[in-house]
T-cell receptor, first 113, second 114 residues
Framework: NAGVTQTPKFRILKIGQSMTLQCTQDMNHNYMYWYRQDPGMGLKLIYYSVGAGITDKGEVPNGYNVSRSTTEDFPLRLELAAPSQTSVYFC????????????FGDGTRLSIL | ELKVEQNPLFLSMQEGKNYTIYCNYSTTSDRLYWYRQDPGKSLESLFVLLSNGAVKQEGRLMASLDTKARLSTLHITAAVHDLSATYFCAVDISKETSGSRLTFGEGTQLTVNP
C-alpha cells in the first residue's frame, strides 16, 4: 500500500521558471492538502480539496495553483518561481471523518536560485 | 486568526527523565493532533484527541486535551534516544463538512542524550 506519493523528491529551479509538483494517493481519500514547511517551522496550508473538482485556498496560496480532476491526484503548480518559494512541500490526504489523521507524503524539497 | 504555540521549542533531556511539551491555541477547538517528524522525513501521526479530557497513550508518550484551557500536553516518560525528533501539535477549527484544515505549531525539537 503506497499511501501518498510525491514526485519529484528534489528539484532546483531558476527564478521565473514554472513547475508542477505531483501528488497521488491510493487510499480513495476525498480530502487532500498541500503544505509548505520552511526551515525550523511548522507546516502552513497552501491549498486543499474536499473532492474531485473542488479546491480552496489555505493560509498561503499566493504564487500557487491547484487542480483536482480525479480523486487520486492533486498537483500543485508554481508559476514564475521566486526565492521565497524555496521550501519543503508536503502533500497529505485524509479519510472521510475528522476523527482520522492526515497522512503525509515524503515531501518535495524545492530550491529556487 | 488561530495561533498555535508550542513550548518549549527546543528540549534537550537525558535518557530516563520525564518531561512535558505544551501546546496552547487561541480559538475554541475540540480536535487536536500530534505528529512526529524525524530529520529530513515526513510527518507521522501520533495521536488524535477528539474531545475535552481526552487522554491517549502509546509507549512512553501520553497526550491530553483540555479544550476549556485551550491546552494540550505531550508527556514523555523515561525518555530514550529513539524519541529524539521534532513534535508538532496541530489544531483543527474547521466545520465538519469542510475538510479539516490544520494549523500547526512551530514544533518542539527534542534531543534525548545518553
Amino acid at each position: 500500500n503506497a499511501g501518498v506519493t510525491q514526485t519529484p523528491k528534489f528539484r532546483i529551479l531558476k527564478i521565473g521558471q514554472s513547475m508542477t509538483l505531483q501528488c497521488t494517493q491510493d487510499m480513495n481519500h476525498n480530502y487532500m492538502y498541500w503544505y509548505r514547511q520552511d526551515p525550523g517551522m511548522g507546516l502552513k496550508l497552501i491549498y486543499y480539496s474536499v473532492g474531485a473538482g473542488i479546491t480552496d485556498k489555505g493560509e498561503v496560496p499566493n504564487g500557487y495553483n491547484v487542480s483536482r480532476s480525479t480523486t487520486e491526484d492533486f498537483p500543485l503548480r508554481l508559476e514564475l518561481a521566486a526565492p521565497s518559494q524555496t521550501s519543503v512541500y508536503f502533500c497529505a490526504s485524509r479519510g472521510p471523518t475528522r476523527n482520522q489523521p492526515q497522512h503525509f507524503g515524503d515531501g518535495t524539497r524545492l530550491s529556487i536560485l | 486568526e488561530l495561533k498555535v504555540e508550542q513550548n518549549p521549542l527546543f528540549l534537550s533531556m537525558q535518557e530516563g527523565k520525564n518531561y512535558t511539551i505544551y501546546c496552547n491555541y487561541s480559538t475554541t477547538s475540540d480536535r487536536l493532533y500530534w505528529y512526529r517528524q524525524d530529520p529530513g522525513k515526513s510527518l507521522e501521526s501520533l495521536f488524535v484527541l477528539l474531545s475535552n479530557g481526552a487522554v491517549k497513550q502509546e509507549g512512553r508518550l501520553m497526550a491530553s486535551l483540555d479544550t476549556k484551557a485551550r491546552l494540550s500536553t505531550l508527556h514523555i516518560t523515561a525518555a530514550v534516544h529513539d524519541l529524539s525528533a521534532t513534535y508538532f501539535c496541530a489544531v483543527d477549527i474547521s466545520k465538519e463538512t469542510s475538510g479539516s484544515r490544520l494549523t500547526f505549531g512551530e514544533g518542539t525539537q527534542l534531543t534525548v542524550n545518553p
